[in-house]
Each structure stands twice: as structure tokens, then as C-alpha cells.
T-cell receptor
Framework: RKEVEQDPGPFNVPEGATVAFNCTYS??????FFWYRQDCRKEPKLLMS???SGNEDGRFTAQLNRASQYISLLIRDSKLSDSATYLC????????????FGTGIRLKVLA | GAVVSQHPSRVICKSGTSVKIECRSL??????MFWYRQFPKQSLMLMAT?????????EQGVEKDKFLINHASLTLSTLTVTSAHPEDSSFYIC????????????FGSGTRLTVV
């Protein structure tokens, strides 16, 4: 099993739709989780940290399910500008700075 | 805050030559920086962890003699691709961890290396 797995998509959704992504991780000791956004040929940029209690930032909601070892990202009311690749990032164990990136989920929001 | 400046953004070099990529943390001290490589349509793969004042730690399968990393100060880490070959053509990105609000990683803007 890969350390971090994502369904690469692509996900093509109409503008205004709600879309959800999951990302599974294999190391139960992982403590830090993030979602990054990467536009084509650009560097990844932090979208959200993922907290145990879940967190919301505008149209974006991130959640952590420790029992099933996955994190999720929900995007409501999709905009054309949301089209990008979304990467989940997980540290490989407790107290380590080493992070593993998922392969990324490609989202395309269609007009 | 938490800005990492990476140069050059794009470089084309001849096979057999060496290329140096610089990453500077502009407004914080980065005791640890990370170097990633991203091939087309693939994810970021960690190449090495660079620690200020000590030797870098390389991931399995990454040749330390080919990818030389120097982290001589708290604000500068460099990656030198020695004797570059076309298969080294890739997108190289550095990052550094930071604390505070929204703590996580901040990335350099990336360097697209093309070896011809």
C-alpha cells in the first residue's frame, strides 16, 4: 500500500457544483495533514491545514478521519478558478518533518 | 511572511554540464529545507532533506554525488545537478517548514530544468 493515495481524476464538474476528494494514508502515527493546490507549472501553495476537529475556510472544508485513515476536501459552489491539482500532504510519522505528497487530484470546473 | 525565493526559474543546459539552483528564505530562518522533483503528470517526490551546517539526507534512489546539496546558512540552500543528462530534465522545487499561523511548508517557485 502506498503511503499516501489519491484518485488522480480528472474530475470535471460544472460551475456551482459541490465536489469532494479523499486521500488515504497508511501510517497510523501520522499527525500533520495538509491540502495544497498546484496550478499548472507552478509551485504548490498551501490551501488548508487539516485538523482533527475539521476546519472550514469559505467554500472549502477539510476533515480528518483517523479511524479510516483518510482526509477529505470538500469544495462547495465550484468556481472556474478552482480548476487545479489538489495535493494531500501527510507526515510519515509522529514528530517527523518528512512529508509525503499524494499524486494529486486534477479538478476542472466547466462553465 | 514565510517566503522562499528560488532561482533560476528556468534553465536549459547541455548534457554533461552542471546546474546550480538556489533557494533563499527571505523573512525567516530555515534550519531545514527540502528538495523535490516533479516529473510531468507526477507528484512531488522528496529528493533530500537539507539541514543547515550538516550533510543532507537523501531519499532512497537519489544519487548524492549527482545532486549536491549545500545548506551553509540559515537562509540559503543550493542544489547542484552535476553532469546533467536529459533524464534529469524535471521541475525542481525547494521548500522550508515554518511555524505560526497556517504552519506548514512554503515552496519556492520552482526551477524547470531542460537538459539538451
Amino acid at each position: 500500500r502506498k503511503e499516501v493515495e489519491q484518485d488522480p481524476g480528472p474530475f470535471n464538474v460544472p460551475e456551482g457544483a459541490t465536489v469532494a476528494f479523499n486521500c488515504t494514508y497508511s501510517n497510523s502515527a501520522s499527525q500533520s495533514f495538509f491540502w495544497y493546490r498546484q496550478d499548472c507549472r507552478k509551485e504548490p501553495k498551501l490551501l488548508m491545514s487539516v485538523y482533527s476537529s475539521g476546519n472550514e475556510d469559505g467554500r472549502f472544508t477539510a476533515q480528518l478521519n483517523r479511524a479510516s485513515q483518510y482526509i477529505s476536501l470538500l469544495i462547495r459552489d465550484s468556481k472556474l478558478s478552482d480548476s487545479a491539482t489538489y495535493l494531500c500532504v501527510v507526515n510519515i510519522g509522529s514528530g517527523t518533518y518528512k512529508y509525503i505528497f499524494g499524486t494529486g487530484i486534477r479538478l476542472k470546473v466547466l462553465a | 511572511g514565510a517566503v522562499v525565493s528560488q532561482h533560476p526559474s528556468r534553465v536549459i543546459c547541455k548534457s554533461g554540464t552542471s546546474v546550480k539552483i538556489e533557494c533563499r528564505s527571505l523573512d525567516f530562518q530555515a534550519t531545514t529545507m527540502f528538495w523535490y522533483r516533479q516529473f510531468p503528470k507526477q507528484s512531488l517526490m522528496l529528493m533530500a532533506t537539507s539541514n543547515e551546517g550538516s550533510k543532507a539526507t537523501y531519499e532512497q534512489g537519489v544519487e548524492k554525488d549527482k545532486f549536491l546539496i549545500n545548506h551553509a546558512s540559515l537562509t540559503l540552500s543550493t542544489l547542484t545537478v552535476t553532469s546533467a543528462h536529459p533524464e534529469d530534465s524535471s521541475f525542481y522545487i525547494c521548500s522550508a517548514s515554518y511555524t505560526g499561523s497556517g504552519a506548514g511548508y512554503t515552496f519556492g517557485s520552482g526551477t524547470r530544468l531542460t537538459v539538451v
